[in-house]
Structures are given as C-alpha cells and as structure tokens.
C-alpha cells in the first residue's frame, strides 16, 4: 500500500496532536504526583477539554 504525501502528512500531525497530550498528561502527573487532589484533577479535566479542541481544529485544518 503507497501513502501519498498529503495521507502522510495528515498521519504526522495527529501522531504529534496525540503525542503532545500524553506530555501534558505526563506533566500534570510529575506536577502534581500520585494524589492529584482538586487543583490536578482541574488541571486534568482542562488538558481534556483542551486535547478535544485542538483535534477537532487539527480536523477542520486538515479536512480536504
């Protein structure tokens, strides 16, 4: 199976969308350890709400 430029380009840019919220997950838990507590656990919901926006911008950019 051959992929195109733009087909790889497309997979890059989530590969990366998805690799960045795993760093901010990873440093919410280094910040703020095991036992989040209320601060972490805001922290926590807002990466989500964040994660949820940038793909769906990532999406609208990369729609054909």
Same mark, same amino acid.
């Given at each position: 199976? $051959?992929?195109?430029?733009?087909?790889?380009?497309?997979?890059?840019? %989530?590969?990366? %969308?998805? /690799?960045?919220?795993?760093?901010?997950? *990873? !440093?919410? /838990?280094?910040?703020? #350890?095991?036992? *989040?507590?209320?601060? /972490? !656990?805001?922290?926590?919901? #807002? =990466?989500? =709400?964040?994660f949820?926006?940038?793909?769906?911008?990532v /999406?609208?950019? *990369?729609? $054909?």
């Amino acid at each position: 199976m $051959d992929i195109d430029a733009e087909m790889r380009r497309k997979i890059i840019v %989530s590969i990366v %969308s998805v /690799g960045a919220f795993f760093a901010v997950f *990873l !440093g919410i /838990g280094a910040t703020y #350890g095991p036992d *989040l507590g209320e601060t /972490g !656990g805001l922290a926590l919901v #807002g =990466a989500i =709400a964040l994660f949820i926006l940038v793909m769906a911008a990532v /999406g609208v950019i *990369l729609q $054909d």
